[in-house]
């Protein structure tokens, strides 16, 4: 495949979005209706459900896209060996500190708002570091005895880098070929091409596997969905012909999502099963169409308006990782913490959210980013202060 090293100032600034919006979709977790999560507010909304439907068919397929779309640069820069160590250091120790350091406190609170222990934090940790089994529904992972809970995207992502480096060398082998016919894709292509391997995972391995299960192991079904996006990204921005396609669509794509979503909504709200012959390959492919659209109406409105070096960008990019490792953390504690105070539907989880945000940006600029040891352990690269880097670590993920 031809060479494209040059740094995408479009991608970097979706993926500080993409992440923005997944600490925006965890707080919704703690207060939409019917959904469990590891601690939910008293003040639950059914109305919000729409909102975070729309969203969660497409949120990590973003973030798995774009990483995939900054790996080909990373890859591209660094050849294969200096890659493999670099991403064992930026995902593997971020995994293993966030395990032992950054979430107990979330399975903590967990198993408190589930009358499972008393509180103290010692004490729960003394047995939680035995890593034992706990009793059933305790937090989540309590049946192996520990839990990476929002970090289960870092292992995720482990998988898939490293296969990407025995792909990439395939690929390489039919370069001219493959260049030919990224640049020359037709409309038609780019919108309907990705959906038969999607439908297909959807009608043979999400039977016999389910959906995800955040555990790594046994995950076909979310790792085959996963790591179709992950290469659609290494693909598409290894041309740039794809990228003026999506600028030409963009108004279509904007009102194409949308109506895939409404698709969506009707079969999976509005119809009854096995009401006309072919339904239920109908909606499988209306799932996964609208997964697409949405994703191809980010990417193209992105690249329009995003493709420029912001002056915000360095320093958010370096920001994100650590951003992304504490939040959840801050945001169950600090909902734990005021869901008892009756603070209402509105003061509540606006609190939350300014407590969250407010502790990432305290914790990552006065503490990780000032200590080198900090700064390994969070996955960022050492450097003296001044210019942030424009390289960061999830932004090659």
């Given at each position: 495949m031809q060479k494209i090293t040059q740094r995408r100032h479009d991608i970097d600034a979706l993926r500080v979005l993409a992440f923005g919006l997944l600490i925006l979709y965890h707080l919704g977790m703690a207060y939409v209706a019917e959904w469990g999560w590891h601690v939910k507010s008293t003040h639950q909304s059914e109305s919000l459900q729409i909102l975070m439907l729309a969203v969660n068919q497409w949120r990590m397929p973003l973030l798995f896209l774009i990483s995939g779309a900054a790996t080909y640069f990373l890859l591209g820069r660094l050849g294969s060996a200096r890659f493999f160590l670099q991403r064992l250091r930026q995902l593997l120790i971020p995994l293993l500190f966030g395990i032992l350091v950054?979430?107990?406190?979330?399975?903590?609170?967990?198993?408190?708002?589930?009358?499972?222990?008393?509180?103290?934090?010692?004490?729960?940790?003394?047995?939680?570091?035995?890593?034992?089994?706990?009793?059933?529904?305790?937090?989540?992972?309590?049946?192996?005895?520990?839990?990476?809970?929002?970090?289960?995207?870092?292992?995720?992502?482990?998988?898939?880098t490293l296969v990407i480096i025995p792909v990439s060398y395939f690929l390489r082998a039919y370069q001219a070929k493959m260049d030919n016919w990224i640049a020359g894709l037709k409309v038609w292509q780019l919108l309907f091409i990705p959906l038969l391997p999607l439908t297909l995972y959807g009608l043979y391995l999400f039977p016999l596997f389910g959906g995800i299960n955040y555990a790594v192991v046994g995950d076909w079904y979310t790792h085959a969905q996963f790591f179709?996006?992950?290469?659609?990204?290494?693909?598409?921005?290894?041309?740039?012909?794809?990228?003026?396609?999506?600028?030409?669509?963009?108004?279509?794509l904007l009102v194409a999502a949308p109506l895939c979503f409404c698709l969506f909504l009707l079969f999976d709200r509005g119809l009854e099963g096995d009401m006309f012959p072919g339904q239920s390959l109908i909606q499988l492919i209306v799932i996964y169409a609208n997964r697409w659209f949405w994703l191809l109406a980010v990417l193209a409105w992105g690249h329009y308006y995003l493709n420029r070096p912001f002056t915000w960008l360095p320093y958010a990019t370096e920001a994100v990782y650590p951003w992304y490792i504490l939040h959840q953390t801050i945001t169950v504690t600090a909902l734990f913490e005021l869901k008892g105070l009756s603070l209402g539907p509105v003061i509540e989880p606006l609190l939350v959210f300014f407590i969250t945000v407010i502790g990432c940006l305290t914790i990552h600029e006065f503490i990780i980013r000032r200590v080198s040891l900090l700064r390994l352990l969070f996955g960022l690269k050492a450097k003296t202060l001044g210019k942030p880097p424009i390289l960061s670590p999830i932004n090659q993920n």
């Open positions: 950054v979430v107990p406190p979330q399975a903590y609170y967990e198993a408190l708002s589930n009358g499972v222990i008393e509180p103290g934090y010692l004490s729960f940790l003394w047995q939680y570091f035995t890593f034992q089994p706990w009793p059933a529904d305790s937090f989540a992972g309590s049946h192996i005895g520990f839990t990476w809970n929002h970090l289960w995207y870092l292992p995720y992502l482990l998988c898939y179709t996006f992950f290469l659609l990204g290494y693909l598409l921005v290894s041309n740039k012909a794809p990228w003026k396609l999506l600028v030409r669509l963009r108004f279509f």
